[in-house]
């Protein structure tokens, strides 16, 4: 099985930006944590980090007919962008949403999802764990 993790704006920075929100952990702390979860789960994965809209679409178009499911963090996009729903759309690929914190609890962020719209799951608040629960989710259900 073939899984797709995919960061949003400024994920580059975790372990910088706003700690007490987003912990001490690095993008490469929660990727390590992803591969041995995967080898656990007899899963394949790969990793794609950007801070600019328009690659994150190009990546999930990408994907098309290549992966099994695809886990997403688009950060800020989460709100704003309806380009990457799209991209979701079109590929049709199952997307677990998974964001660190939970942005409803933060003021700047109250607004809707538009990744829920097409999400088979959302997963909030959790930190690091939350991508671990929806790798899980992914898990053939012989694991």
Do not use: W
Not at 55 to 61: F, G, L, P, Y
Not at 103 to 122: D, G, L, M, N
């Amino acid at each position: 099985m073939q899984i797709a993790i995919i960061n949003g704006p400024n994920l580059n920075l975790l372990g910088l930006r706003e700690p007490e929100i987003y912990g001490h952990g690095t993008l490469s702390d929660l990727e390590a944590l992803l591969q041995e979860e995967a080898g656990r789960l007899h899963m394949q994965l790969s990793f794609f980090q950007s801070n600019h809209e328009g690659e994150i679409v190009d990546h999930i178009q990408s994907l098309y007919a290549h992966c099994d499911g695809i886990i997403l963090n688009a950060a800020a996009y989460t709100h704003t962008s309806i380009a990457i729903l799209d991209a979701l759309k079109a590929v049709s690929i199952p997307v677990v949403e998974v964001h660190l914190s939970d942005p409803k609890q933060r003021e700047a962020f109250r607004h809707q999802s538009y990744i829920a719209e097409v999400a088979v799951k959302t997963i909030t608040g959790q930190g690091f764990a939350g991508y671990i629960q929806a790798l899980r989710y992914f898990a053939p259900a012989a694991q």
